[in-house]
């Protein structure tokens, strides 16, 4: 250590000296000599190996640790070289690695990408091993609860838009949950675990829950009797005021600050009209280690067989909330980055929209096509060609079957099966006449077009906005 100090304190002055027979203006072969000079203590210097700084590579595994339990569904794998990789979980502990290595402070975006988990897969119940997110995130300082607001506001808007059914968005904190557990007589080495179990209370019954804590888990039964007095409730923003009044966990500085936002994020949420959708549950957990404040998970319900019933939940299908230290877990200085974000799983919405399509016996459009270019006799690819062409060079989503001499009734076939609206058929007497035949495949309709006018007709169909010349 002594021998290095000595070392760093020459390289010291024989830096000073170069810098200063540069200033001296001395001579070159002077200033290059004693340049050499430095070069060579620096060589021996060697790199300091306790100020080399963290780089994250981006091949580097950095999952582990960030997802509790459910880390067990990451599929690891093992480069050639023998180093730990593994495909994503998720898109926001990419994110925020992205926000680390970019040194980013401030950000809103969103993002569409496959994640995948070592589970069992249900296809009926929208559980893949790989499949798509929809991540929207906020990351910044900014005053308390205006972004998580935004996030929950962003939720309804989509799962509204969507239309599949009335849906219930179940909002918690993780401060709470952590206060909760504390006045109830978990040790804090247990919190995570115990989250865990509390989480699935939307899927199986107190008594379970409390078997796994205590048979599984080694909690003991009037620990977990006092934390099932909390986390059986759930309403609105009346449940947060109660809550504030609890003598024990208002006094526990982490609820109290939970509390104290949840409430807030309620006022807002009544500005935004979305508060109807909202309920405060305190069996809301979310396993993930990452969360440190607000967390949200959006449900499907299914209508109550009789008045007066609770809706029966049938699936999570959007979920999220705040993770203020991830980023900093990344950043070699820890600076940390204030982030909310939610994910929407899309497959999860797609395999809904399936199964209620089909219990209607309704057919799914797989296509944007808007009319199909057939022909009613043979040789007529080149007009066909000319024509789809006209549409596409106005704005028409149209197409052509690849073949030279399709049958008119295959064509007329496929435009059914695909949910294509419209059939501009070119025949003969057709092109003699200027005209094209347009043919609705619902209705079977069919009606003489002018060609020139053709456009116009088809954007007035669809409800494209006409041509104003």
């Not at 993002?111 to 910044?140: L, S, W």
């Not at 504390?182 to 989250?195: E, L, N, Q």
């Not at 199986?204 to 909690?219: C, H, R």
């Not at 449940?239 to 966990?249: G, I, R, S, T």
Request: hydrophobic share 40%; proline share 3%.
């Amino acid at each position: 250590m002594a021998e290095r100090a000595a070392l760093e304190e020459l390289v010291k002055l024989q830096g000073e000296r170069v810098r200063s027979l540069k200033q001296q203006k001395a001579s070159a072969e002077l200033i290059e000599e004693e340049v050499a000079k430095l070069l060579k203590l620096k060589a021996q210097l060697g790199p300091d190996e306790s100020k080399q700084k963290f780089v994250l590579k981006t091949p580097k595994e950095t999952l582990t640790g960030k997802y509790g339990e459910d880390s067990k569904l990451i599929y690891d794998l093992k480069d050639q070289g023998g180093e730990l990789l593994s495909l994503r979980y998720d898109l926001t502990v990419p994110f925020a690695r992205y926000l680390a290595m970019n040194k980013l402070t401030n950000i809103k975006r969103y993002h569409i990408a496959k994640v995948y988990r070592r589970d069992n897969p249900a296809m009926t119940r929208g559980r893949y091993r790989e499949f798509y997110q929809c991540d929207f995130d906020i990351a910044g300082n900014f005053d308390p609860m205006i972004p998580d607001a935004e996030c929950l506001k962003i939720m309804c808007e989509i799962l509204s838009s969507l239309q599949i059914g009335d849906f219930l968005v179940k909002v918690n904190d993780r401060r709470i949950l952590d206060g909760m557990f504390a006045i109830c007589g978990v040790s804090d080495s247990k919190f995570r675990t115990i989250c865990s179990s509390v989480d699935k209370l939307d899927k199986v019954s107190w008594e379970e829950v409390k078997n796994e804590m205590v048979g599984e888990k080694g909690l003991a039964p009037e620990v977990a009797d006092r934390i099932g007095d909390y986390v059986q409730q759930h309403g609105g923003v009346s449940l947060v005021e109660q809550l504030l009044q609890d003598p024990k966990l208002s006094q526990n500085k982490q609820a109290l600050e939970g509390l104290g936002d949840l409430k807030l994020l309620f006022e807002y949420l009544t500005l935004f009209g979305i508060d109807d959708k909202i309920s405060f549950d305190l069996s809301l957990a979310r396993g993930l280690d990452y969360y440190t404040g607000v967390i949200y998970e959006a449900v499907l319900l299914q209508t109550p067989a009789q008045a007066g019933e609770e809706p029966l939940g049938v699936g999570s299908v959007a979920a999220g909330g705040r993770y203020d230290g991830l980023v900093g877990m990344f950043d070699p200085k820890g600076r940390k980055v204030p982030c909310v974000g939610l994910s929407i799983g899309v497959e999860r919405i797609f395999s809904i929209v399936e199964q209620r399509l089909e219990a209607l016996e309704e057919k799914v459009r797989t296509t944007e096509t808007q009319v199909l270019v057939a022909s009613a006799q043979k040789k007529l690819l080149e007009e066909r060609l000319k024509l789809v062409s006209e549409l596409w060079d106005a704005g028409i989503k149209a197409e052509l079957l690849y073949k030279k001499n399709p049958k008119l009734l295959n064509q007329l076939q496929y435009c059914e099966e695909a949910g294509i609206p419209l059939v501009a058929i070119i025949g003969e007497q057709e092109l003699k006449d200027g005209v094209i035949k347009l043919r609705s495949v619902t209705s079977r309709e069919e009606v003489d077009v002018r060609r020139e006018d053709l456009v116009e007709e088809i954007k007035r169909r669809t409800g494209q906005p006409l041509c104003i010349c």
